[in-house]
C-alpha cells in the first residue's frame, strides 16, 4: 500500500532533501509540500498519511499538536524539544480523538549518529571524564545542537547508573563560558564552521588513555534513509517515540 507523505518545512535545507528523498523511495507519494504561511489543515495536508516535519525550533511543536489534530502520524527531524514539550505531546496522544496516532522525534537520523549516541552512552560508565563537542554548517540556528543535547543526557544517564562521582575540572574562573554549555552535568561544545554540514566528538578520557567517538554527515543524503524508514514504521508504533534508535532496535 502507497503511503502518502507530506513535508512540512518543504523549502528548507532538508525539507527539499526529504521532498526528493519521498518522490524517489518506492511505496511513498509525495502529496504536500508546506513551508512559512500554509497552514496545517486536512485540506493543505491533500490526503497525507504521514507528515514529516523539518522547520524551526520555534515552532515545531505548534505544528505536531496541528498535525495530530488534523489525523496524521507524525515524523520530526526539528530539534528543540525538551522533556515538558514531550510530555505535552504523550497527553495530546492520550486523548480519544488522537486514539491510535503515532508520532516519533528523533533528534538525527543518520544511521552513524544514532550508533554514536549509543557507543557513547555505553562507554560512559568506564571513564572519568566525557565532553561533546557538535561541528556544524553556519546556517543553523540552535545550539548547542539537538544531537549532543541528546548525546550529553544519554552520558549522564549511564553515569548515574554507575554511581560515577562528578567529573574532575578544576576550573575556578570561566567569565566568557570557554568551559561550554553543561547538560546535565556534561560540557558540550559548538563550533560553526564555512564548509561543515553536521558532524560530533564525544571524547571520554581516563588516567593515561582517551575513547574519541565521531560521526561524520558530509552531506543531508545521509539522514535520508532513516526518514525513509521512520516514514515507512511510524504507523506502526503508536503514541510518541523519541530516537530513530527504537525503530532500528538499537
Ligand atoms: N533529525 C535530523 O536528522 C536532522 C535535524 N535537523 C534539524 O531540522 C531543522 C531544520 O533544519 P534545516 O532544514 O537546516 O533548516 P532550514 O532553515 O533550511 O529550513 C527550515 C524551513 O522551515 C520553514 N518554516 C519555518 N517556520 C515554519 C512554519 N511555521 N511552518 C512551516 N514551515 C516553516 C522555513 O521557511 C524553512 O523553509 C533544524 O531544527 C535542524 O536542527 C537538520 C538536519 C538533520
Ligand atoms: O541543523 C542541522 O544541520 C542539524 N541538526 C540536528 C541537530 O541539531 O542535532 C541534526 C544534525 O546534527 C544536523
Redesign the pocket.
Known amino acids: 500500500m502507497t503511503i502518502r507523505v507530506a513535508v ?10 526529504v521532498c526528493q528523498a519521498v518522490e524517489e523511495a518506492e511505496g511513498l507519494e509525495l502529496v504536500a509540500r ?5 497552514e ?1 489543515t486536512p485540506e493543505h495536508l491533500n490526503g497525507a498519511d504521514v507528515a514529516v ?8 511543536e ?2 505536531v499538536h496541528a498535525l495530530i489534530d488534523a489525523g496524521v502520524n507524525v515524523v ?5 524539544w525538551t522533556e515538558e514539550s514531550y510530555a505535552r505531546v504523550r497527553e495530546h496522544l492520550a486523548e480519544p480523538d488522537a486514539a491510535g496516532r503515532s508520532v516519533l522525534i ?5 544511521l552513524s ?1 544514532v550508533l554514536a549516541m549509543a557507543f557513547a552512552a555505553k562507554a560512559a560508565q568506564y571513564f572519568e571524564s566525557a565532553e561533546v563537542i557538535e561541528l ?2 553556519p ?4 545550539a548547542p ?3 549532543a543535547i541528546a548525546t550529553a543526557k544519554g552520558i549522564a544517564e549511564a553515569r548515574d547508573r554507575a554511581g560515577l562521582p562528578a567529573m574532575p575540572d578544576a576550573t575556578a574562573s570561566d567569565p566568557g563560558g570557554a568551559r561550554g554549555a553543561v547538560v546535565d552535568g556534561v560540557h558540550v561544545h559548538a563550533v560553526r564552521l564555512r564548509g561543515l554540514t ?1 558532524h560530533e566528538e564525544v571524547v571520554l578520557g581516563n588516567p593515561g588513555e582517551q575513547l574519541t567517538i565521531r560521526t561524520d ?1 558530509f552531506d ?1 543524503a545521509s ?1 535520508m534513509p ?2 525513509v524508514l521512520a516514514v515507512r514504521e511510524v504507523g506502526g508504533h503508536p503514541g510518541l517515540t523519541v530516537g ?1 534508535d527504537r525503530f532500528l532496535g538499537i
Do not use: C, E, Y
Request: aromatic share 6%.
Open positions: 512540512v518545512g518543504a523549502a528548507g535545507r532538508m525539507g527539499s532533501t508546506l513551508d512559512v504561511g500554509v496545517i516535519d523539518f522547520t524551526v525550533p520555534d515552532v515545531t505548534t505544528n520530526v527531524g526539528t530539534t528543540g528523533a533528534p538525527n537520523f543518520a549518529a556544524h554548517h546556517g543553523k540556528v540552535d545542537s539537538g544531537t553536521a554527515s543531508r539522514f532513516g526518514v530513530l
